[in-house]
T-cell receptor
Framework: DSGVTQTPKHLITATGQRVTLRCSPR?????VYWYQQSLDQGLQFLIQYYNGEERAKGNILERFSAQQFPDLHSELNLSSLELGDSALYFCASSVGTRETQYFGPGTRLLVL | SQQGEEDPQALSIQEGENATMNCSYK?????LQWYRQNSGRGLVHLILIRSNEREKHSGRLRVTLDTSKKSSSLLITASRAADTASYFCATVSGAGSARQLTFGSGTQLTVLP
């Protein structure tokens, strides 16, 4: 158990809908990262927050947004969902300047 | 886009044998990490090697890094059926608190009992 929690575990929704994925980092970790894992794209970095502020952006679509709250939990919002958004979405956390990231169990999103 | 490319894509060995996976990357890095993922589960950090290190050991794991060739290898000795998983290398770039992992495509290791 990494100490990172993600909810929900599974999510099934329809195209055009909007969903919110939630992540709670390990106690004391200030950085939260979001990744998408799909069969065709592999593991892709989406976005990083550090102590409430956006710090790095990867291959995140404009339909996707994220935020980190004062209690350091983070939410990833996916809107106008398309079939191709079906994937595993992972959250990871780390102490601000440490390199090792600890991954949550993921949220499996299925868009029908 | 993928920074690292693992080789081979899939590897099947007998229990007790050694497994070697290779990773190549394209840009300069701060460090390189190896992660393991059991089917459909989260990633587990295995080992980190910094750009100024050449070799590192952790239990049955041995990692090498050749920055001149932009490549790394992960050796798992005396493999067990429980080692069956996907293994990913990830390079770290960025400075300060803005660090991101860029993952390779992974090697699927199957250890047969």
């Amino acid at each position: 158990d990494s100490g990172v929690t993600q909810t929900p575990k599974h999510l099934i929704t329809a195209t055009g809908q909007r969903v919110t994925l939630r992540c709670s980092p390990r106690s004391g970790d200030l950085s939260v990262y979001w990744y998408q894992q799909s069969l065709d794209q592999g593991l892709q970095f989406l976005i990083q927050y550090y102590n409430g502020e956006e710090r790095a952006k990867g291959n995140i679509l404009e339909r996707f947004s994220a935020q980190q709250f004062p209690d350091l939990h983070s939410e990833l919002n996916l809107s106008s969902l398309e079939l191709g958004d079906s994937a595993l979405y992972f959250c990871a956390s780390s102490v601000g300047t440490r390199e090792t990231q600890y991954f949550g169990p993921g949220t499996r999103l299925l868009v029908l | 886009s993928q920074q690292g490319e693992e080789d081979p894509q899939a590897l099947s060995i007998q229990e007790g044998e050694n497994a070697t996976m290779n990773c190549s990357y394209k840009t300069s890095i701060n460090n390189l990490q190896w992660y393991r993922q059991n089917s459909g589960r989260g990633l587990v950090h295995l080992i980190l090697i910094r750009s100024n290190e050449r070799e590192k050991h952790s239990g049955r794991l041995r990692v090498t890094l050749d920055t001149s060739k932009k490549s790394s290898s992960l050796l798992i000795t005396a493999s067990r059926a429980a080692d069956t998983a996907s293994y990913f290398c990830a390079t770290v770039s960025g400075a300060g608190s803005a660090r991101q992992l860029t993952f390779g495509s992974g090697t699927q290791l199957t250890v047969l009992p």
